[in-house]
């Protein structure tokens, strides 16, 4: 089952179930999906989706940033709402420790010394990684690494 129909399934139980939050959350991610196989007039597989569902969890945390700012606590509890069932469709994300070996066997495979060679690191864990973790705080960690 791809990830797609399984979101779709989601969507029809949760409708059966009439939990309207997480429903609206559903909804949500599937016109956002839509919007981006539209856009880029394809059909998106499942590594696709989960570039899509990351877009929203980003978009999610921007939006819980401000809502709090401007004291909409009401708001905010939408958010994390939306944010929970984002989450559940990630693929299971690794442990610092994973990640960290990971880095060092790219870098390695890569021979990359200094900040210049962190293209080559970064194309190499991208597909690695992908879905499975932040890359923002991947990119800080090889980064560092290479500053070294």
């Known amino acids: 089952m791809t990830l797609k129909d399984r ?4 969507m029809k139980a949760t409708m059966r ?23 880029g ?9 989960v570039s899509v569902i ?23 509890v939408k958010e994390r709402v939306y944010q929970d069932v984002l989450k559940a469709y990630l693929p299971q ?3 610092e420790q994973e990640v960290d070996q ?3 066997a790219a870098v390695a495979q890569t021979g990359a010394t200094t900040l210049r ?7 190499i864990l991208k597909s690695e990684l992908q879905g499975r ?3 923002s705080g991947v990119s800080r960690k090889v980064k560092a690494q290479l500053e070294d």
């Open 54 to 76: 990351q877009k929203q969890l980003k978009q999610c945390e921007d939006a819980i940033t401000q809502f709090h700012k401007g004291g909409r606590d009401d708001l905010v």
């Open 117 to 123: 060679d962190m293209g080559k690191v970064m194309t």
């Open 93 to 95: 994300q690794l442990e």
């Open 7 to 10: 979101i779709s399934e989601d």
């Open 17 to 39: 179930a009439k939990d309207a939050p997480k429903l609206e959350a559903i909804r949500l991610l599937r016109a956002a999906i839509q919007r981006r196989e539209v856009d």
């Open 41 to 49: 007039r394809s059909t998106l597989d499942d590594e696709g989706v």
């Open 102 to 104: 990971i880095i060092a």
């Open 133 to 135: 973790v932040d890359m």
